[in-house]
């Protein structure tokens, strides 16, 4: 009696033509099954995956800059300032937290500040009388930012690895999450005017349909390419320019010169409510 060939069988699609060609994104995923063996690389390809993905979404759904909170203050003392707590977002889609307010002294920005203001006038001291009689330095601009950062913690016992010759030794298990502040005496390097420039067509617009504008500014490669730029300059979130004077008190403190701002979904979408009324109302 013949046996039947489970190979006989049609298979699905065996007669239907092939579809569109299959094109790999860098992106991979781990796809495990029972009886694998696991080994540290994979977990850290599962965390990169996760935090890719978190990341991206944040960079280029919602941009960089401050998401809440995050005001300079003046503080108590010399040439110190303080920063609220807050969140922001850098422009490769970190989320930087400050759970708490921080203390920051300017004195090393101000005095480079000033030594390079003296350097520019051609003279050692960039120091003038002022009105009270006294000789102080004339106040300087010194600029805030705030960029992401990170270190390894909680060391433990690692078992030999091929990588490390098969000695055992300590190894972090920990990643903690954190920032720095840098306070420069030079100013930030601007961020790429892809928004500001839409705003200005938007200002000017008036017979180009609303819907064609935005879809060349969402086709346009300068918004999806802006954390390639961002990657080269290790770019941080700027948070406020600080005028003070050297060896002595803050002056003046501009929270909106330099910062970024992200602003929440529903929010964006009233201001745009609000902006096309009243550019009815104009016409």
Do not use: W
């Amino acid at each position: 009696m013949p046996t039947h060939d489970p190979t006989d069988r049609p298979r699905p699609h065996e007669h239907e033509p092939p579809g569109p060609a299959f094109h790999p994104s860098p992106v991979t995923r781990n796809r495990y099954f029972y009886g694998m063996l696991l080994e540290a690389q994979d977990m850290t390809e599962e965390q990169q995956f996760h935090l890719g993905s978190a990341r991206r979404h944040l960079a280029e759904l919602h941009g960089c800059g401050t998401a809440a909170g995050l005001r300079v203050d003046a503080a108590e003392g010399c040439e110190a300032v303080l920063v609220r707590r807050g969140v922001a977002i850098d422009c490769l889609g970190r989320e930087i937290r400050v759970e708490k307010d921080v203390r920051v002294s300017l004195r090393d920005a101000a005095a480079r500040a000033l030594s390079r203001r003296a350097e520019r006038l051609g003279r050692e001291d960039a120091r003038a009388p002022s009105r009270a009689g006294r000789c102080d330095p004339e106040p300087v601009e010194v600029y805030l930012s705030l960029c992401y950062d990170e270190a390894p913690e909680r060391p433990v016992q690692a078992l030999g690895a091929p990588e490390g010759g098969c000695a055992p030794a300590c190894a972090s298990s920990r990643v903690r999450h954190g920032f720095r502040i840098d306070v420069s005496a030079d100013p930030p390097e601007p961020e790429p005017g892809a928004v500001g420039r839409l705003l200005d067509r938007l200002h000017r617009c008036e017979r180009e349909r609303l819907d064609a504008l935005l879809c060349d500014f969402i086709l346009d490669e300068a918004p999806a390419h802006a954390a390639a730029g961002c990657r080269e300059r290790h770019g941080c979130a700027g948070l406020a320019r600080v005028r003070v004077v050297p060896g002595g008190e803050v002056l003046d403190i501009d929270n909106c010169a330099i910062r970024p701002l992200l602003l929440p979904t529903a929010l964006a979408a009233g201001l745009a409510r609000h902006a096309l009324h009243l550019a009815r109302r104009g016409r």
